[in-house]
């Protein structure tokens, strides 16, 4: 579903790579924790995914496709296919919880009564039935995040991106998101989860995949965060 | 589409002051680039119709031609001689002859079209010279020419009429520039507001704008507001120009100007239209083509 093949990363300006030589293959339905420490180049990989950045040599594929010599204009055509979520939510505040989802939806020319149909059932399947209405302000931050997972989701997307969705939230929250992405994870959609969050990954048990100044590390099976902590 | 056309009200409200400052500088911009074609084609106009600038008209005499040179109408022999002499004159480029029928057609264009109707018209072809319309090869070159023609018998005048016609000729050409020199800067200012307004509205839309990216709206889609804004604000500039170039036709032209200045024949509604279309290419291009290349940059997907 995703494979990167000696990916390098250089950002414009800086001399030391963001991701030096990376070769990974996530599978179709798969779930996996990308980890390392802050800097070593996790939001790098899924911008990589997402088409937000280019690889600077090697490739990127994406459900067979490599999205490096993607045409401009196909790109949003590849990013209907990926729900992505991130630590800040990024939840438009003038709208409710609903108009968030359904934004989504909308500005992909999808049409209203299919919006008005899908929608209360991802809100259902998130969490968050009869909290349509509220406004993000008014909900706890697990609950945002719900909002953040449902709009990602409402598209049913193959692949689901979170970089380090439990960054903002309290340890019993973060257990609930994970029992979300573990949801939608079994309905078939690949999940690549980016955190440093020891705890989280350890009570997983999933692969996980740790960089280091750019470079792969480890790529265990169903492991823990990490032999040094 | 409804969140398109929602956000183009909301657009335009939230940034109210920057979209008034764009049409009035489009307005008046495209006001001044109108006024400037209306000028130049009233000078082409005129140009024409008295010959060019450079033209010198040696009228032949008429039947009871009231100048005194003139021993009845010209006759073929003379016309012979006439025509010799300026053809061989080096300071001539080239030379037509204009019939009196020819006369009379131009000069009911000018004149009180009462004085041509009736079983007795006030004026008939009779009543118009043959001429002879010399284009000279260099304008300050004219004296011999001018003299040469003069003492041939069957001339009854010869006309320089830059005399006449250069002052007034010039005073066109000056407003034409001016007016399209000062417009010329006024839409630059206009292009800059475009892009202002551009960039204060992707700005305030930035999280919206980030999350059409990311779930896949299309850079069509998500420019079309910035597009319609572009085009909004295009409309109206162009409206308000046309109405102003219109009411100053007709309050000016039609109204003024016609009454007091008959021998010019001035510029009508074909002149109008001709503006109307060109400010209405330059309005659309001013907003839109700045909308397109920041909107591509702001919004790069
Ligand atoms: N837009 C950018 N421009 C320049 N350098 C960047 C940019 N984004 C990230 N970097 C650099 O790339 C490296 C990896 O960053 P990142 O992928 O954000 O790591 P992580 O998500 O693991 O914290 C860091 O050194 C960071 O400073
Ligand atoms: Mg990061």
């Known amino acids: ?229 | 589409m409804r969140y398109v056309f929602s956000n183009l009200g909301q657009g335009l409200r939230r940034n109210l002051s920057m979209h008034l400052a764009v049409i009035l500088t489009l307005f008046v911009s495209l006001a001044l680039v109108g006024a400037g074609v209306l000028v130049k084609r009233q000078a082409d106009a005129a140009a024409e119709q008295w010959g060019n600038e450079l033209q010198i008209t040696a009228f032949l005499c008429r039947e009871d031609d009231p100048v005194k040179r003139c021993l009845g109408a010209v006759d073929s022999a003379q016309k012979a001689a006439i025509t010799k002499v300026v053809k061989n004159n080096p300071e001539v480029a080239s030379f037509y002859f204009e019939s009196q029928e020819t006369a009379y057609q131009k000069a009911q264009k000018l004149f009180d079209p009462k004085l041509f109707q009736g079983d007795q018209p006030v004026l008939t072809p009779a009543d118009f010279r043959e001429s002879i319309w010399i284009t000279l090869k260099n304008p300050d070159q004219f004296q011999g020419i001018t003299s040469a023609v003069l003492g041939l018998d069957g001339v009854s005048s010869v006309k320089d009429q830059r005399d006449v016609v250069q002052p007034i000729l010039s005073g066109m050409r000056v407003m034409q520039v001016a007016s399209l020199g000062v417009a010329v800067f006024l839409v630059v200012a206009a292009l800059m507001l475009v892009a202002n307004t551009i960039r204060l509205a992707a700005f305030a839309r930035r999280k919206e704008i980030a999350i059409m990216r990311l779930v896949g709206a299309s850079g069509l889609y998500i420019s079309l507001p910035f597009l319609l804004e572009a085009l909004f604000t295009a409309i109206v500039g162009v409206a308000l120009a046309g109405g102003a170039l219109a009411a100053g036709m007709w309050f000016g032209v039609h109204d003024r100007l016609r009454d007091y200045i008959g021998f010019i024949p001035w510029i009508g509604l074909d002149d109008f239209l001709v503006a109307l279309v060109i400010i209405a290419i330059v309005g659309p291009v001013v907003t839109l083509l700045p909308t397109l290349l920041l909107t591509r940059k702001y919004i790069k997907v």
């Open chain 1, 1 to 229: 579903m995703i494979r990167f093949e000696r990916v390098v990363k250089t950002y414009p300006g800086s001399t030391a790579p963001a991701l030096d030589g990376v070769s990974v293959d996530v599978e179709k339905g798969e779930f996996v924790f990308l980890v390392g420490a802050s800097g070593s180049g996790k939001s790098t990989a899924l911008r990589l995914v997402l088409r937000e950045a280019r690889a600077s040599s090697g490739r990127v594929y994406v459900a067979g496709k490599e999205i490096n010599r993607l045409a401009g204009w196909k790109v949003p055509r590849l990013r209907r296919q990926i729900g992505t979520v991130f630590q800040d939510f990024r939840l438009l505040p003038s709208k409710t919880v609903a108009e968030n989802v359904a934004f989504a939806l909308e500005v992909i020319g999808t049409p209203r009564r299919e919006i008005k149909r899908v929608v209360p059932g991802t809100l259902d399947l998130v969490g968050l039935s009869g909290l349509g209405d509220r406004m993000p302000e008014e909900l706890s931050g697990g609950e945002q995040q719900r909002v953040a997972i449902a709009r990602a989701f409402v598209n049913r997307p193959m692949i689901l991106l979170a970089d380090e969705p439990t960054g903002n939230l309290d340890p019993a929250t973060s257990a609930e998101i994970m029992r979300l992405l573990e949801q939608i994870n079994g309905t078939g959609t690949t999940v690549v989860m980016a955190t440093h969050d020891h705890g989280i990954v350890d009570l997983m048990r999933k692969r996980v995949i740790e960089l280091d100044s750019g470079r792969v590390v480890r790529d265990e099976a169903s492991g823990a965060y990490g032999f040094q902590h």
